[in-house]
Protein backbone atom coordinates (compact mmCIF):
# COMPACT_ATOMS: atom_id res chain seq x y z
CA UNK A 1 0.00 0.00 0.00
CA UNK A 2 1.34 3.48 -1.04
CA UNK A 3 1.80 5.82 2.28
CA UNK A 4 1.16 9.32 2.03
CA UNK A 5 3.59 11.35 4.08
CA UNK A 6 3.11 14.80 3.40
CA UNK A 7 0.12 16.51 1.30
CA UNK A 8 -0.65 20.21 0.25
CA UNK A 9 -4.09 21.34 0.88
CA UNK A 10 -5.46 23.60 -1.42
CA UNK A 11 -8.69 25.54 0.13
CA UNK A 12 -9.52 25.08 3.50
CA UNK A 13 -13.30 24.87 3.68
CA UNK A 14 -15.24 21.91 5.19
CA UNK A 15 -13.95 19.41 3.08
CA UNK A 16 -10.47 20.40 2.88
CA UNK A 17 -10.11 21.20 6.56
CA UNK A 18 -11.56 18.00 7.68
CA UNK A 19 -9.25 16.17 5.20
CA UNK A 20 -6.22 17.90 6.74
CA UNK A 21 -7.48 17.03 10.25
CA UNK A 22 -7.96 13.32 8.83
CA UNK A 23 -4.32 12.68 7.98
CA UNK A 24 -2.81 14.98 11.38
CA UNK A 25 -4.61 12.80 12.70
CA UNK A 26 -2.58 9.93 11.90
CA UNK A 27 0.76 12.01 11.98
CA UNK A 28 0.59 12.83 8.09
CA UNK A 29 2.63 16.37 7.64
CA UNK A 30 0.21 18.60 6.32
CA UNK A 31 0.90 22.30 4.35
CA UNK A 32 -2.20 24.27 3.49
CA UNK A 33 -3.07 27.39 1.12
CA UNK A 34 -6.01 29.38 0.66
CA UNK A 35 -6.38 32.54 -1.32
CA UNK A 36 -8.79 33.58 1.97
CA UNK A 37 -6.60 34.20 4.18
CA UNK A 38 -8.80 33.90 7.22
CA UNK A 39 -9.99 30.74 6.32
CA UNK A 40 -6.51 29.65 6.43
CA UNK A 41 -5.48 31.28 9.64
CA UNK A 42 -8.61 29.36 11.07
CA UNK A 43 -7.23 25.74 10.14
CA UNK A 44 -4.14 26.63 11.17
CA UNK A 45 -5.59 27.43 14.41
CA UNK A 46 -7.33 24.16 14.32
CA UNK A 47 -4.39 22.04 13.94
CA UNK A 48 -4.92 21.23 10.39
CA UNK A 49 -1.30 21.62 9.44
CA UNK A 50 0.91 24.70 8.57
CA UNK A 51 0.36 27.42 5.66
CA UNK A 52 2.21 26.74 2.79
CA UNK A 53 5.25 29.38 2.88
CA UNK A 54 5.38 31.78 0.05
CA UNK A 55 2.41 29.68 -1.69
CA UNK A 56 5.34 27.18 -3.18
CA UNK A 57 6.48 23.82 -1.66
CA UNK A 58 10.39 23.26 -0.92
CA UNK A 59 9.65 19.73 -2.51
CA UNK A 60 7.06 18.30 -3.98
CA UNK A 61 4.49 16.45 -1.75
CA UNK A 62 3.35 12.87 -2.10
CA UNK A 63 -0.13 14.32 -3.13
CA UNK A 64 -1.52 17.92 -3.53
CA UNK A 65 -5.96 17.86 -2.75
CA UNK A 66 -7.73 20.82 -4.62
CA UNK A 67 -10.35 21.22 -2.19
CA UNK A 68 -11.90 23.90 -4.35
CA UNK A 69 -15.23 24.17 -6.61
CA UNK A 70 -16.29 22.34 -9.92
CA UNK A 71 -15.41 25.62 -12.12
CA UNK A 72 -12.14 26.33 -10.35
CA UNK A 73 -10.90 22.50 -10.60
CA UNK A 74 -8.86 22.76 -13.93
CA UNK A 75 -7.34 26.02 -13.21
CA UNK A 76 -6.56 25.23 -10.03
CA UNK A 77 -4.73 22.34 -11.26
CA UNK A 78 -2.94 23.66 -13.94
CA UNK A 79 -1.12 26.28 -11.23
CA UNK A 80 -0.42 23.63 -8.98
CA UNK A 81 1.29 21.25 -11.69
CA UNK A 82 3.05 24.64 -12.75
CA UNK A 83 4.53 25.27 -9.00
CA UNK A 84 5.31 21.61 -8.70
CA UNK A 85 2.83 21.27 -5.64
CA UNK A 86 2.92 17.19 -5.68
CA UNK A 87 3.87 14.27 -7.59
CA UNK A 88 0.29 13.57 -7.54
CA UNK A 89 -3.11 15.67 -7.58
CA UNK A 90 -6.57 14.87 -6.78
CA UNK A 91 -9.99 17.06 -6.26
CA UNK A 92 -13.19 16.78 -4.00
CA UNK A 93 -15.19 18.35 -6.11
CA UNK A 94 -18.58 16.82 -6.08
CA UNK A 95 -19.02 17.20 -10.27
CA UNK A 96 -16.50 15.12 -12.29
CA UNK A 97 -16.92 15.19 -15.88
CA UNK A 98 -16.86 18.59 -16.21
CA UNK A 99 -13.47 19.73 -14.89
CA UNK A 100 -12.12 16.71 -16.12
CA UNK A 101 -12.69 17.80 -19.65
CA UNK A 102 -11.84 21.17 -18.81
CA UNK A 103 -7.96 20.16 -17.42
CA UNK A 104 -7.61 17.97 -20.68
CA UNK A 105 -8.53 21.70 -22.56
CA UNK A 106 -6.00 23.14 -20.29
CA UNK A 107 -3.07 21.02 -20.98
CA UNK A 108 -2.52 19.74 -17.90
CA UNK A 109 -1.05 16.31 -16.88
CA UNK A 110 -3.41 13.81 -16.11
CA UNK A 111 -1.23 10.97 -15.67
CA UNK A 112 -0.83 12.26 -12.40
CA UNK A 113 -4.57 12.90 -10.97
CA UNK A 114 -7.29 11.25 -10.25
CA UNK A 115 -10.29 13.14 -9.25
CA UNK A 116 -12.08 12.16 -6.53
CA UNK A 117 -15.51 12.76 -4.54
CA UNK A 118 -15.61 12.35 -1.15
CA UNK A 119 -19.71 11.71 0.04
CA UNK A 120 -19.47 13.34 3.23
CA UNK A 121 -20.61 16.73 4.32
CA UNK A 122 -22.71 19.36 6.63
CA UNK A 123 -25.06 21.93 6.48
CA UNK A 124 -22.51 24.17 8.08
CA UNK A 125 -19.55 25.33 5.90
CA UNK A 126 -16.23 26.76 6.40
CA UNK A 127 -13.28 25.30 8.62
CA UNK A 128 -15.26 25.63 11.46
CA UNK A 129 -17.65 23.02 10.75
CA UNK A 130 -14.54 20.87 9.57
CA UNK A 131 -14.63 17.43 11.31
CA UNK A 132 -11.24 14.73 11.54
CA UNK A 133 -14.15 11.89 11.41
CA UNK A 134 -16.06 13.33 8.73
CA UNK A 135 -15.60 10.94 5.97
CA UNK A 136 -15.25 7.57 8.26
CA UNK A 137 -17.47 4.95 6.91
CA UNK A 138 -18.54 7.21 3.97
CA UNK A 139 -17.95 6.51 -0.13
CA UNK A 140 -15.16 8.22 -1.64
CA UNK A 141 -15.79 8.22 -5.47
CA UNK A 142 -12.65 7.98 -7.43
CA UNK A 143 -13.12 8.73 -11.23
CA UNK A 144 -9.33 8.31 -12.66
CA UNK A 145 -8.83 9.61 -16.35
CA UNK A 146 -7.74 7.12 -19.12
CA UNK A 147 -4.23 8.78 -18.74
CA UNK A 148 -3.84 8.15 -15.02
CA UNK A 149 -0.67 6.21 -13.89
CA UNK A 150 -1.59 3.57 -11.19
CA UNK A 151 0.94 5.02 -8.91
CA UNK A 152 -1.70 8.22 -9.10
CA UNK A 153 -4.35 5.91 -8.37
CA UNK A 154 -2.39 4.19 -5.60
CA UNK A 155 -1.90 7.29 -4.00
CA UNK A 156 -5.62 9.07 -4.23
CA UNK A 157 -6.85 5.50 -3.11
CA UNK A 158 -4.53 5.59 0.21
CA UNK A 159 -5.22 9.34 1.11
CA UNK A 160 -9.61 7.94 0.78
CA UNK A 161 -8.96 5.03 3.01
CA UNK A 162 -6.93 6.97 5.58
CA UNK A 163 -9.55 9.21 6.21
CA UNK A 164 -11.80 6.16 6.84
CA UNK A 165 -13.60 6.31 3.72
CA UNK A 166 -14.24 3.47 1.53
CA UNK A 167 -12.86 4.15 -1.80
CA UNK A 168 -15.26 3.08 -4.90
CA UNK A 169 -13.85 3.62 -8.38
CA UNK A 170 -16.73 5.00 -11.18
CA UNK A 171 -16.83 6.26 -14.63
CA UNK A 172 -16.86 10.09 -13.85
CA UNK A 173 -20.50 10.62 -16.14
CA UNK A 174 -21.86 8.04 -14.21
CA UNK A 175 -20.67 9.43 -11.23
CA UNK A 176 -22.77 12.87 -12.44
CA UNK A 177 -25.68 10.99 -12.92
CA UNK A 178 -25.26 9.22 -9.66
CA UNK A 179 -25.02 12.19 -7.60
CA UNK A 180 -28.09 14.19 -9.35
CA UNK A 181 -30.20 11.56 -8.28
CA UNK A 182 -29.46 10.87 -4.78
CA UNK A 183 -27.50 14.47 -3.70
CA UNK A 184 -28.05 17.18 -5.99
CA UNK A 185 -31.57 16.69 -7.19
CA UNK A 186 -32.48 16.34 -3.99
CA UNK A 187 -31.30 19.63 -2.62
CA UNK A 188 -33.02 21.26 -4.82
CA UNK A 189 -36.50 19.98 -3.90
CA UNK A 190 -35.62 20.20 -0.41
CA UNK A 191 -35.05 23.91 -1.29
CA UNK A 192 -38.27 24.04 -2.96
CA UNK A 193 -39.93 22.85 0.53
CA UNK A 194 -38.27 25.03 2.38
CA UNK A 195 -39.08 27.88 0.22
CA UNK A 196 -42.59 27.30 1.14
CA UNK A 197 -41.82 28.04 4.41
CA UNK A 198 -41.22 31.53 4.00
CA UNK A 199 -44.75 32.44 3.77
CA UNK A 200 -46.06 30.63 6.69
CA UNK A 201 -47.70 32.09 9.08
CA UNK A 202 -46.63 30.97 13.21
CA UNK A 203 -49.40 28.62 13.20
CA UNK A 204 -48.20 26.69 10.89
CA UNK A 205 -44.70 27.20 11.64
CA UNK A 206 -45.66 26.32 15.60
CA UNK A 207 -46.67 23.39 14.14
CA UNK A 208 -43.71 22.31 12.52
CA UNK A 209 -42.82 18.79 13.48
CA UNK A 210 -39.81 16.42 12.53
CA UNK A 211 -41.33 15.36 8.76
CA UNK A 212 -40.72 19.03 7.89
CA UNK A 213 -37.13 19.26 9.98
CA UNK A 214 -36.24 16.26 7.78
CA UNK A 215 -37.30 16.75 4.46
CA UNK A 216 -35.76 20.50 4.89
CA UNK A 217 -32.90 20.19 6.74
CA UNK A 218 -30.11 20.09 3.94
CA UNK A 219 -31.86 22.94 2.65
CA UNK A 220 -29.67 25.50 5.19
CA UNK A 221 -26.25 24.71 3.33
CA UNK A 222 -24.58 27.54 1.89
CA UNK A 223 -26.82 28.77 -1.53
CA UNK A 224 -23.09 30.29 -3.25
CA UNK A 225 -21.67 26.61 -2.82
CA UNK A 226 -24.36 25.41 -4.27
CA UNK A 227 -24.91 27.26 -7.44
CA UNK A 228 -21.53 26.30 -8.63
CA UNK A 229 -22.64 22.18 -8.02
CA UNK A 230 -26.00 22.88 -9.54
CA UNK A 231 -24.27 24.55 -12.57
CA UNK A 232 -21.40 22.05 -13.29
CA UNK A 233 -23.81 19.36 -13.18
CA UNK A 234 -26.81 20.87 -15.05
CA UNK A 235 -28.07 18.36 -17.36
CA UNK A 236 -28.30 15.24 -15.01
CA UNK A 237 -30.04 17.59 -12.09
CA UNK A 238 -32.78 18.72 -14.82
CA UNK A 239 -33.37 15.23 -15.53
CA UNK A 240 -34.01 14.25 -11.96
CA UNK A 241 -35.89 17.74 -11.44
CA UNK A 242 -38.49 17.02 -14.48
CA UNK A 243 -39.16 13.76 -13.41
CA UNK A 244 -39.62 14.44 -9.79
CA UNK A 245 -42.07 17.69 -10.77
CA UNK A 246 -43.90 15.24 -13.37
CA UNK A 247 -44.33 13.00 -10.40
CA UNK A 248 -46.02 15.52 -7.94
CA UNK A 249 -47.94 17.80 -10.67
CA UNK A 250 -49.86 14.09 -11.35
CA UNK A 251 -50.19 14.23 -7.51
CA UNK A 252 -51.69 17.52 -7.44
CA UNK A 253 -54.33 16.78 -10.31
CA UNK A 254 -55.47 13.44 -8.70
CA UNK A 255 -55.50 14.99 -5.27
CA UNK A 256 -57.70 18.14 -7.04
CA UNK A 257 -59.71 15.57 -8.72
CA UNK A 258 -60.67 13.59 -5.44
CA UNK A 259 -62.13 10.27 -6.36
CA UNK A 260 -61.53 7.29 -5.19
CA UNK A 261 -60.09 6.19 -8.30
CA UNK A 262 -57.88 8.94 -8.15
CA UNK A 263 -56.94 8.80 -3.95
CA UNK A 264 -55.48 4.75 -5.63
CA UNK A 265 -53.10 6.45 -7.83
CA UNK A 266 -51.70 8.97 -5.15
CA UNK A 267 -51.18 5.73 -3.32
CA UNK A 268 -49.29 4.03 -5.88
CA UNK A 269 -46.69 7.39 -5.92
CA UNK A 270 -46.57 6.87 -1.88
CA UNK A 271 -45.83 2.75 -2.20
CA UNK A 272 -43.07 4.05 -4.98
CA UNK A 273 -41.49 6.34 -2.43
CA UNK A 274 -41.64 3.09 0.63
CA UNK A 275 -39.88 1.27 -2.48
CA UNK A 276 -37.34 3.55 -3.42
CA UNK A 277 -36.66 4.21 0.38
CA UNK A 278 -35.66 0.82 1.31
CA UNK A 279 -33.48 0.39 -1.62
CA UNK A 280 -30.90 3.06 0.22
CA UNK A 281 -27.88 0.97 1.56
CA UNK A 282 -28.09 0.60 5.61
CA UNK A 283 -25.56 0.47 8.29
CA UNK A 284 -22.22 -0.01 6.63
CA UNK A 285 -23.51 -0.56 3.29
CA UNK A 286 -25.88 -3.44 3.45
CA UNK A 287 -29.21 -4.08 3.35
CA UNK A 288 -31.36 -1.66 5.84
CA UNK A 289 -32.90 -3.51 9.04
CA UNK A 290 -35.84 -2.79 10.30
CA UNK A 291 -34.74 -1.89 13.87
CA UNK A 292 -37.02 -0.64 17.06
CA UNK A 293 -37.14 2.39 18.13
CA UNK A 294 -37.36 3.16 22.15
CA UNK A 295 -38.85 6.51 22.93
CA UNK A 296 -37.24 8.93 25.89
CA UNK A 297 -38.87 11.97 27.09
CA UNK A 298 -35.53 13.92 27.40
CA UNK A 299 -35.30 17.42 29.25
CA UNK A 300 -32.97 19.86 27.99
CA UNK A 301 -30.36 20.05 30.43
CA UNK A 302 -26.53 19.64 30.17
CA UNK A 303 -25.71 15.61 29.80
CA UNK A 304 -28.43 14.37 29.96
CA UNK A 305 -27.99 12.89 26.36
CA UNK A 306 -24.52 11.33 27.59
CA UNK A 307 -25.79 9.34 30.35
CA UNK A 308 -28.39 7.87 28.45
CA UNK A 309 -26.27 6.39 26.25
CA UNK A 310 -24.12 5.08 29.20
CA UNK A 311 -27.37 3.59 30.70
CA UNK A 312 -27.43 1.77 26.89
CA UNK A 313 -24.04 0.48 27.33
CA UNK A 314 -24.46 -0.90 30.70
CA UNK A 315 -27.57 -2.42 29.32
CA UNK A 316 -25.56 -4.34 27.02
CA UNK A 317 -27.63 -2.54 23.87
CA UNK A 318 -26.13 -0.84 21.10
CA UNK A 319 -27.26 1.96 19.88
CA UNK A 320 -28.33 2.22 15.72
CA UNK A 321 -29.22 5.30 15.14
CA UNK A 322 -30.57 8.57 17.03
CA UNK A 323 -33.09 11.48 16.37
CA UNK A 324 -34.40 14.15 18.86
CA UNK A 325 -38.03 15.88 18.26
CA UNK A 326 -38.02 19.02 20.25
CA UNK A 327 -40.99 20.79 21.82
CA UNK A 328 -41.37 24.00 20.53
CA UNK A 329 -41.63 26.10 23.57
CA UNK A 330 -40.84 23.90 26.23
CA UNK A 331 -37.79 22.62 27.58
CA UNK A 332 -37.60 19.18 26.67
CA UNK A 333 -37.95 17.16 23.68
CA UNK A 334 -38.51 13.25 22.36
CA UNK A 335 -35.10 10.95 21.76
CA UNK A 336 -35.89 8.55 19.51
CA UNK A 337 -33.59 5.50 20.08
CA UNK A 338 -33.19 3.00 17.07
CA UNK A 339 -32.21 -0.78 18.70
CA UNK A 340 -32.36 -4.16 17.66
CA UNK A 341 -35.91 -5.41 18.21
CA UNK A 342 -34.54 -8.31 20.30
CA UNK A 343 -32.69 -5.43 22.64
CA UNK A 344 -35.74 -3.10 22.72
CA UNK A 345 -37.56 -4.04 26.20
CA UNK A 346 -34.34 -4.15 27.86
CA UNK A 347 -32.99 -0.86 26.91
CA UNK A 348 -36.60 0.46 28.44
CA UNK A 349 -36.51 -1.41 31.10
CA UNK A 350 -32.87 -0.07 31.90
CA UNK A 351 -33.80 4.05 31.05
CA UNK A 352 -37.32 3.69 33.38
CA UNK A 353 -34.80 2.34 36.34
CA UNK A 354 -33.24 5.18 35.93
CA UNK A 355 -35.73 7.91 35.68
CA UNK A 356 -36.37 8.34 32.63
CA UNK A 357 -40.15 8.39 31.44
CA UNK A 358 -40.03 5.83 28.12
CA UNK A 359 -43.77 5.53 26.67
CA UNK A 360 -45.17 2.39 25.81
Not at 48 to 57: M, Q, S
Not at 193 to 210: E, H, K, S
Request: aromatic fraction near 2%.
Amino acid sequence: MVEVRRIVVVGTGLIGTSIALAMRKRGTEVLLTDRDAGALRMAVELGAGEALADGDAAEPADLAVLAVPPAAVAVTLLDAQKRGLARVYTDVASVKALPLAQAAQLGCDLSVFVAGHPLAGRERSGPAAAQDDLFLGRPWALCAPPEAGPEAVAAVTALAEACGAEPVTVDAEEHDRAVALVSHGPHVVSAAVAARLTAADDVALGLAGQGVRDVTRIAASDPRLWIGILSANSEPVAEVLEAVATDLAVAASLLRDGSEGAAAHVADLLLRGNAGRARIPGKHGGDQKTYAVVPVMIPDRPGELAMIFQAAGIAGVNIEDVSIEHSPGRPLGVLEISVRPEAADRLATELRARGWSVPG
